[in-house]
């Protein structure tokens, strides 16, 4: 297997990956998705709320923001030792938030949740939460654990993570009358005129929809549009909970383990 970074930055990362098959990709993709853990708030004990917004549904926006997560830190509540319903310091972190409309109507964000461990906080301050009109007060304890995208959305820790085929383009200069149709008709803006030729711009913009090949008047058309075997680009596109490179890191930790137990169920299958 052979890997290029192609870009990288805190939350985005883009891959060349070449000389694996498909099911590999997406497993990684599937794991990725659901079995990489996260934290989020998953219970609020609601001490004051005089705002016209059910205690739910603040609780469910409270389990929708996106947090930072500590995996070497913090146990899965099924794989803690503690085994506890309510949980411990391994398995939970506490987060309050104490918010008051004194002056007038104001919006409480979520950077107003005070976390008891400054690593465990939300990845934005300024995601709104809800509206308090003078006078209203809100009051909570929330607590957030680990947890996977199979069993609730806000444990994933993508909010993109995608594999397309590496795609070939090819403009054999003999058949094609440089009418440009393909050029106008790019979706993508792959192709353009460049000395009076067809000119790939951007290949790895192509996603491979062919709308350039049909609309080639040639017969065959003269535009050849295919893709790379077992070549793919991947982008991960973490929500902030975790660095993406180490999302990819973590799926391909868990696809082995995953193996390793497959393994060792056959064998006790065989005996
Ligand atoms: S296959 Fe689609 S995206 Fe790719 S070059 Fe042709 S028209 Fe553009
Ligand atoms: S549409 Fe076909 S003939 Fe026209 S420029 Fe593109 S490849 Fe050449
Ligand atoms: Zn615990």
């Given at each position: 297997m052979k890997i290029k970074v192609l870009e990288k930055n805190e939350t985005n990362i883009r891959l060349i990956i070449r000389g694996v098959d498909i099911p590999l990709m997406n497993a990684l993709r599937r794991i990725g998705l659901a079995e990489v853990p996260s934290m989020a708030i998953d219970e609020v004990v609601m001490i004051e709320n005089s705002s016209i917004l059910q205690d739910e549904i603040i609780s469910h926006r409270l389990g929708l923001n996106p947090l930072k997560t500590d995996l070497d830190g913090y146990n899965l509540p099924e794989d803690?030792?503690?085994?506890?319903?309510?949980?411990c310091n391994l398995c939970r972190v506490t987060l309050t938030l104490d918010a008051e409309a004194k002056e007038g109507t104001r919006t409480v964000y979520s950077g107003e949740l005070i976390s008891?461990?400054?690593?465990?906080?939300?990845?934005?301050?300024?995601?709104?939460?809800l509206k308090l009109a003078k006078g209203q007060k809100l009051k909570l304890e929330a607590y957030a654990r680990l947890g996977k995208g199979k069993n609730h959305?806000?444990?994933?820790?993508?909010?993109v993570c995608a594999y397309k085929y590496f795609p070939k383009i090819e403009v054999?200069?003999?058949?094609?009358?440089?009418?440009?149709k393909c050029v106008d008709i790019c979706p993508k803006k792959v192709l353009t005129m460049k000395e009076n030729k067809i000119d790939v711009r951007?290949?790895?913009?192509?996603?491979?929809?062919m709308d350039c090949v049909e609309a080639c008047p040639q017969k065959p058309p003269a535009i050849k549009v295919e893709w790379e075997k077992n070549a793919y680009v991947m982008n991960i596109e973490s929500?902030?909970?975790?660095p993406p490179e180490r999302i990819l890191q973590e799926a391909t930790k868990i696809l082995d383990k995953q193996l390793k137990e497959f393994e060792e169920q056959l064998k006790v299958k065989e005996q």
């Open positions: 803690c030792s503690c085994q506890s319903e309510f949980g008891e461990n400054p690593n465990i906080v939300p990845v934005s301050d300024k995601v709104p939460i959305a806000k444990w994933q820790p993508v909010s054999p200069s003999k058949s094609c009358e440089d009418c440009t951007d290949l790895l913009a192509c996603n491979l929809c929500t902030g909970a975790l």
